[in-house]
C-alpha cells in the first residue's frame, strides 16, 4: 500500500529565536488559558490548522528541523493515517514527529531538551529515569554515563531495585532507592499506569537531593480540573471504573493499564509535595516541537 508523503517548510513570525525552544511556565489553569489565548500561541494553532488543511490528502507530512537528542539536522515523520479503525484522522502531534535518525517522538525530544537544561553545568549528574529499555535511556546514558540508572517495572513479584536479564525492576511506590542521592528524576508517561500516583510522588521527592528536579510527562486533560480513577487495585484484584484503556501495544496485545485520566489535580498533588511545580508548554519550529497542548511538569524539591 503506498503512503502519500509532503514535505513542508514552516515558516512563521513566533518571537522564539528564529526557531529555538519557546518554553513559558504557568502555574494553574487560570494563567494555561491566558497563555493559550494569547497572539503567539494563537498564530501557532493558525498555522497548524492550516498545516493540517494543506495536508488533509497526505498519509504523512515530513517536517525538516533540528534533532536535540542527535544533535544534527533531521526530518521529522507524521502520520495522519488512523492505525485502528476507531481512531480519527486527526494528527498525534504529541506521540508522532518521529525522528528519521534517533526514532524519538515529539514529547520523548522534549523531555530530552529540558534534561539537558536541568543538569547543564553539573560535571557528573545523579539521574534517575524510569525506563531501561528505550532509545532515550541509551542517549542519556551516552550523554552522562554511569551517573544515569534506568529501571522498568517487571512485575508484583519482582523484589525493587533487582536485576533481571540485565534490566533493573523499580516499583515507583516503592523505590529502593536511599534518600536525597539523585539530581534529576525523568518519568515519561509512566503515572498514569501506577494505581497510587500520590505515593510514587512522594517516593520521586524522597529520593531526590534538596533542589533536584523531577521532570515528568503524562497524558494531560487542561480542560478537567479534577483527575479521574479509571480503574484501581482492591485485594490484590484490578477494579475498573470505566472501561479498560491501554497505552502501549496494538491489539490483540493489551498493553499497560491506565489507572488514572489526569487533569489540575495532578499539579495540586505535585505542589503538596515540592516546593516548586511548573507547567512548562513548549513549541519550536526549528526542533519541531509543533502541536496543541505540548506541557510537560518541572518539580523543585525543596532545600
Not at 42 to 62: F, G, K, P, T, Y
Request: glycine share 8%; charged share 25%.
Amino acid at each position: 500500500m503506498l503512503l502519500s508523503v509532503r514535505s513542508l517548510s514552516i515558516r512563521t513570525s513566533l518571537t522564539d529565536d528564529l526557531g529555538a525552544m519557546l518554553a513559558v511556565s504557568c502555574e494553574n489553569a487560570a494563567e494555561y488559558d491566558s497563555l493559550r489565548s494569547s497572539p503567539t500561541f494563537r498564530l501557532h494553532r493558525e498555522i497548524l490548522n492550516q498545516l493540517i488543511s494543506d495536508s488533509a490528502e497526505d498519509d504523512v507530512i515530513s517536517f525538516d528541523g533540528f534533532c536535540v537528542p542527535c544533535d544534527q539536522p533531521s526530518t521529522f515523520y507524521l502520520n495522519r493515517r488512523p492505525v485502528f479503525r476507531a481512531e480519527t484522522p486527526v494528527p498525534n502531534w504529541r506521540e508522532g514527529l518521529r525522528c528519521t535518525r534517533c526514532g524519538m517522538n515529539n514529547r520523548i525530544r522534549s523531555m530530552a531538551w529540558i534534561t539537558e537544561q536541568v543538569v547543564r553545568g553539573q560535571k557528573h549528574p545523579q539521574i534517575f529515569a524510569t525506563e531501561q529499555r528505550t532509545d532515550f535511556y541509551k542517549w542519556l546514558r551516552t550523554r552522562h554515563g554511569e551517573g544515569v540508572i534506568g529501571s522498568e517495572y517487571l512485575g508484583p513479584g519482582v523484589e525493587p531495585g533487582c536485576l533481571v536479564d540485565g534490566i533493573r525492576h523499580e516499583d515507583v511506590e516503592h523505590l529502593s532507592f536511599g534518600d536525597a542521592g539523585f539530581d534529576a528524576v525523568v518519568s515519561m508517561d509512566v503515572l498514569e499506569h501506577v494505581n497510587d500516583p500520590v505515593r510514587a510522588i512522594e517516593e520521586t521527592a524522597r529520593v531526590l537531593k534538596p533542589g533536584g528536579e523531577f521532570l515528568l510527562s503524562v497524558p494531560f486533560f487542561s480542560g478537567s480540573p479534577s483527575n479521574v480513577r479509571r480503574s484501581e487495585i482492591l485485594d490484590g484484584e484490578v477494579v475498573y471504573h470505566e472501561p479498560p484503556e491501554y497505552h502501549g501495544a496494538s491489539p490483540p496485545a493489551h498493553g499497560w493499564l491506565v489507572y488514572w485520566e489526569f487533569g489540575w489535580e495532578l499539579v495540586d498533588e505535585l505542589r503538596a509535595v515540592f516546593g516548586s511545580v511548573e507547567v512548562i508548554v513548549y513549541q519550536s519550529r526549528l526542533y519541531v516541537h509543533l502541536g496543541p497542548n505540548l506541557m510537560l511538569f518541572r518539580c523543585t524539591r525543596g532545600k
